[in-house]
DNA sequence: GACACAAATGGAGATGACCTCCATATTTAG
DNA sequence: CTAAATATGGAGGTCATCTCCATTTGTGTC
């Protein structure tokens, strides 16, 4: 996608500059509060470079954005690699909180550039979603989960936590909202299964 | 909240054109696009007028939030008397969807400023959580939805459908969301009943 | 090392959106 | 009808964004 150009040594040194500097004010929350000129500055370099290095914030954001996607990839294949399907992708979704919890201002960052019309992060995070949808695509196969819903749906749910990062009670709402994916994501035979402590007794009862 | 002083005739009929115009443009998606004082001229005011009125374009959308609100709220509170407390839920996040789809730009327009830091909006949004709350909290009373996930978690899950409104199969995911939620917000028993059809045949084969 | 060519730099200044201000117009009250 | 209060609108100031190009820096060659 991204032609290849071999990069002049200075060139690059700025490149990484800004991106790292921008990383920083990214987890800060700072990164619309700044007038763009000041953070070129902030990073070390004329308006004119971080112009040409980065046409827009958004393309910096996406930049930016590329290393996060990038870990959280590398994390959900781990986790599918060595762990029950189902299980993988309940870790994964909780271990996603997890991340944005801890990376609050990047997170906040990023949804609201999500939002955006621009849909520039939409690319970019298309390799996520790729990600996702191979997690639920093995746990449908081995039948822990239904096979009626798209893993799109999943994506939202996580859009839908990482966008609304202000709440009074994220934290518990955000778990919530997992649970609530995870539990109506359970296969009726699965969910079945689990619950067969509980239908002995209904048995009975019946 | 809003101190109520006895707007002058003209005043009124000012914002009142404003707000229709901004509803209209809400609805073009195209509120980003224009430059503020352009509106102004398109609504047939001045530009000190536009300003006195609405301050800032968050000013402007909450006043067309407002009504979006108000809407919906009656409508849960419609449905919460006239159904099952299970079926007035169900019925009331299917129609979100339904409305979603419906009025699309404005949709995305709110999305794009929820998810901005200003926090304009959340302040217009707590009308619609509290008839959300109030839809779950009869719910969970007759027994029908669990009790230990808080409704802020389907708040965040819509936040999430109105904010991803531009994904190609916004539709079939936006519903399979719903769907998850709903079967997740099931109570154990509730889902237990609800499969009972299966269990018969379970039971034999166990 | 020195030369030449390409690539990159940075910051001064043009551009254009946002918002303020106030002389004028309209409404309301007495 | 008059005056006071209220509202109007658009000209112009302010400030962030982005462009442009004279200068500097890196790279490959002899």
Redesign the pocket.
């Known amino acids: 996608m991204t032609t290849d150009k071999p990069?002049?040594?200075?060139?690059r040194r700025?490149r990484d500059a800004l991106i790292a500097k921008a990383r920083e004010v990214f987890d800060a929350g700072d990164f619309f509060d700044l007038?763009?000129?000041d953070f070129a500055r902030l990073a070390g370099?004329?308006?004119?470079?971080l112009?040409?290095?980065f046409p827009?914030r958004e393309a910096l954001a996406e930049a930016v954005y590329h290393g996060e996607v990038a870990a959280l990839c590398d994390r959900a294949r781990q986790l599918q690699a060595t762990l029950p399907a189902a299980e993988a992708l309940a870790t994964f979704l909780r271990g996603m909180v997890d991340h944005i919890e801890a990376h609050e201002g990047l997170a906040r960052t990023l949804a609201t550039l999500m939002a955006d019309r621009s849909g520039a992060l939409a690319e970019g995070s298309r390799a996520l979603e790729q990600a996702v949808t191979d997690l639920v695509a093995a746990a449908v196969r081995d039948g822990s989960v239904r096979d009626d819903v798209d893993a799109g749906a999943v994506m939202m749910a996580l859009h839908g936590i990482g966008a609304a990062h202000d709440r009074p009670g994220w934290r518990v709402e955000a778990d919530s909202v997992i649970t609530l994916v995870l539990d109506g994501l359970r296969s009726p035979r699965a969910a079945r299964a689990a619950n067969s402590a509980y239908l002995k007794e209904e048995i009975i009862v019946l």
């Open positions: 990069l002049r040594a200075d060139a700025n007038r763009f000129d370099v004329g308006t004119g470079t112009y040409r290095h827009t």
